[in-house]
């Protein structure tokens, strides 16, 4: 029965096509004709991609895969994380800025069981752009302190590289929602873009925020994008939203990472990043439904002594999306 039902859905499809090139093989009358053209005329905008966000409290889920790949093209290892985000909206959270609690953060190593973070498990924190830096040096403000000395729900404490990994899903959040889908101060932003096709250079283009983090990446660090750019590339539906697709491109960026050995010595990792992904802005209420990143990141790590320098290929896949509060609260 199932076979005969999809063999009748297909035919039906077909039919479907049949009749569409048909009506284009013959004349069209005036009214037909005019509905292509207006369905043209409303394409080609202007569109705004960057208004008022509604605010009622949203729910996010993100998950971030870094893939290690040997140069002989084997894969080598696999990290997963993976956070769920409540936000409440400024207007309405009372605290000056969006509210933001991280209900679970999830760790997975290789093939092993899957592990929480339980130090992040309710953490709530308020987020306000500003100018993307707190007086403290921190990238839109995110406490290095939170992940100084975290440990999973086994009791392990994470090395250096898991904490950081850990603190940037945050900074990645933020790039996306804030950075990259709101307005920029002095133009060079979302704002920018009215017309599918257009490109511009973002203002993050060329800049090179910190990436220390506590005890364990030390100041110096940082990871330099190239030249970033922001492209409008059409529309699309998510969960049955409407939604516009803005591409995001970093463009040749570079990265250096110093992390203190024994001695005062210190492990320098040098690099280069480019990382390339599609932001879907609900058309209505004007909050990211989803986002889509894929980086691609060569390394060299130099150690103190006699140690050859260590070279790597990591390759960096991240999907984020807005979820319902049921699926928020789910275990």
Known sequence: MKTITKTLRVH??????????????????????????????????PFDLAGERTSKVQYFWMETQFVNIGFDGKRTGIVRYSAKLKCVPAPISGKGGDEYTCREFQLRIGEGEAVTIPSLAGWSYVFNMGTGMDEKG??????????????????????????????NNFIDFHAFNDAFARPTAGGQGIQDLKSMGQKIVHAAAFTAPPVNLGSGI????FFRNGEVTLVFKGLSTVDGAACAIVGFDSGESTLKMIMPLAEDKEVVTTGGSEYIGDLYIDLVTYWLRKVTLDEFVVTQTTVP???????????????????????????
């Not at 984020?320 to 275990?331: A, D, G, K, P």
């Open 138 to 167: 921190q990238v839109f403000g995110i406490p290095h302190s939170k992940f100084e000395n975290i440990a999973d729900s086994r009791g392990n404490k994470l090395p250096p590289v898991i904490r950081y990994a850990v603190y």
């Open 218 to 221: 030390k100041e110096g660090s």
């Open 12 to 45: 039906q499809a077909i039919l479907g096509i049949m009749v569409i090139l048909t009506a284009f093989a013959t004349p069209m009358s005036a009214a037909a004709q005019a509905a292509p053209r207006k369905l043209l005329a409303a394409l080609k905008g």
């Open 305 to 331: 002594g006699p140690m050859p320098k260590t070279d790597a290929y990591t390759i960096r896949h991240l999907l984020m999306r807005l979820i319902s509060q049921e699926e928020f609260e789910r275990n």
